[in-house]
Structure formats: structure tokens, C-alpha cells
């Protein structure tokens, strides 16, 4: 898991804070993704950067920001949550243009919105 | 539409015995498919996938699927269950609509909980 690194790994907010969460890839990819893990459902794709362009939006509230700097870094801005936001936020990068690329993910950030 | 089916929330399992997790896709193209295992409070950890050739994939920790086309299903097996396997399991399919330069989109199912008891 150290390939892909998030932070912090577990965040409280209350909804009218505004935090950002974090992830970094130290493998080369050229494509970031953001997923929300909630229980007993599946994973939900929020956000995908290829070459640091966004090319996919999940239908995701605008109090979820995404910001790509670099092909390394992906953030995850976020601000007036509501406490059905609470779930696992998942960092993942592939090396893109090829279809058969599996995804590494990172360790997570546990998001806990009062 | 493309999904990934993965009909069992909990599958239990015990020592030693063998194990097997089912998946079953439905996609446009042709279907790459991955296994993926999470433990407790970790992301996802890559097992194995299917892109073409043999249809038996063998991957991490002594994991192996099976690719069956006609019953488009991709099932998760072990001939030996450890208790270290405990795990959450996702089966996904890779997405085939094109969105911009990007190519890696997966479709993933809910997860099959793991208990093997000792």
C-alpha cells in the first residue's frame, strides 16, 4: 500500500467546517480516481483525472471539490457536508491508455461529518 | 447496461477447506475482469484479473478464478482456506464507455464478506 498514500487517515467535521483530504502515488500513473465507500453498498466513483485533466464527474454534490495539481497529487476538497457524507473516501491510480490496467488503491480516509 | 453481480454478502468457510466466491458480469465489450481483497481499515489490494488466454487466472496469496463465458461469471477460489483470508472481497469489470483520455474505469460489486473459522 505504500505505492498510493492518503491523509489524514480517519477525520471528524462538523458540517460547516472545511477540510481537504489527500492522496499521493509514487508509481508512475498518469490516472487518479476518488471513490466513496459506504456500508453494504458498492464502491461509488466519484471523480477520475487522466493527465490531469477531470474526465469523469459521478453526478458527485458540488461540496465535494476535486483538485489534481500534478499527476502524483489528488485532492479532495470539502466543505458543508452532511453527516450521510460519512464513509470511507478511497485515493486509486492506474497507468492509463491501456484497458487491461488494474487500479492500486490507497489506505483511505475515514470521514466522519457530525 | 454493465454490472457486476457478486450474489453472496457472506460467505463462511472453514480451515482448510476450499473456498469460493462468485461473480457473475454483464458487458458491452469484451470483459476484463479483476478480483480485488480488503482487509480491515486498509484500500484495496489487487489479487488477479482476466484479460484474455487461459481462463484460469492465478494471482496472490494462492488465490485462482475462473473465467466462464458462457455463464459470463469470473468465480474467486482457493483450494485451501486460510484464516488469515477473512477479508471483504470485490469482483469488478472494467467500464467500456470512453470518457475523454481515460480508459480504467472500473465497475465494481458491493463485496463479499470472507469468515474462514479456524
Known amino acids: 500500500e505504500t505505492g498510493v498514500t492518503q491523509t489524514p487517515r480517519h477525520l471528524v467535521m462538523g458540517m460547516t467546517n472545511k477540510k481537504s483530504l489527500k492522496c499521493e502515488q509514487h508509481?508512475?500513473?498518469?490516472?487518479m480516481y476518488w471513490y466513496k465507500q459506504s456500508a453494504k453498498k458498492p464502491l461509488e466513483l466519484m471523480f477520475v483525472?487522466?493527465?490531469?485533466?477531470?474526465?469523469e464527474n459521478n453526478s458527485v454534490p458540488s461540496r465535494f471539490s476535486p483538485e489534481c495539481p500534478n499527476s502524483s497529487h489528488l485532492f479532495l476538497h470539502l466543505h458543508t457536508l452532511q453527516p450521510e457524507d460519512s464513509a470511507l473516501y478511497l485515493c486509486?491510480?492506474?497507468?492509463?491508455?491501456?484497458?487491461?490496467?488494474?487500479?492500486?488503491f490507497g489506505p483511505g480516509t475515514r470521514l466522519t461529518v457530525l | 447496461a454493465q454490472s457486476v453481480a457478486q450474489p453472496e454478502d457472506q460467505v463462511n468457510v472453514a480451515e482448510g477447506n476450499p473456498l469460493t466466491v462468485k461473480c457473475t458480469y454483464s458487458?458491452?465489450?469484451?470483459?476484463?475482469l479483476f478480483w480485488y481483497v480488503q482487509y480491515p481499515n486498509r484500500g484495496l489490494q489487487f489479487l488477479l484479473k482476466?484479460?484474455?488466454?487461459?481462463?484460469l487466472v492465478k494471482g496472490s496469496y494462492g488465490f485462482e478464478a475462473e473465467f466462464n463465458k458462457s455463464q459470463t461469471s469470473f468465480h474467486l477460489k482457493k483450494p485451501s482456506a486460510l484464516v488469515s483470508d477473512s477479508a471483504l472481497y470485490f469482483c469488478?469489470?472494467?467500464?467500456?464507455?470512453?470518457?475523454?483520455?481515460?480508459?480504467?474505469?472500473?465497475?465494481f460489486g458491493k463485496g463479499t464478506k470472507l469468515s474462514v473459522k479456524p
Open positions: 486509486a491510480s492506474s497507468q492509463d491508455g491501456a484497458r487491461q490496467n488494474e487500479q492500486f
Open positions: 508509481l508512475g500513473h498518469n490516472a
Open positions: 483525472y487522466s493527465l490531469e485533466e477531470r474526465v
Open positions: 458487458v458491452s465489450g469484451n470483459p476484463y
Open positions: 482476466y484479460i484474455t488466454g487461459d481462463n
Open positions: 469488478a469489470v472494467r467500464d467500456w464507455r470512453n470518457y475523454g483520455g481515460s480508459q480504467g474505469n472500473l465497475i
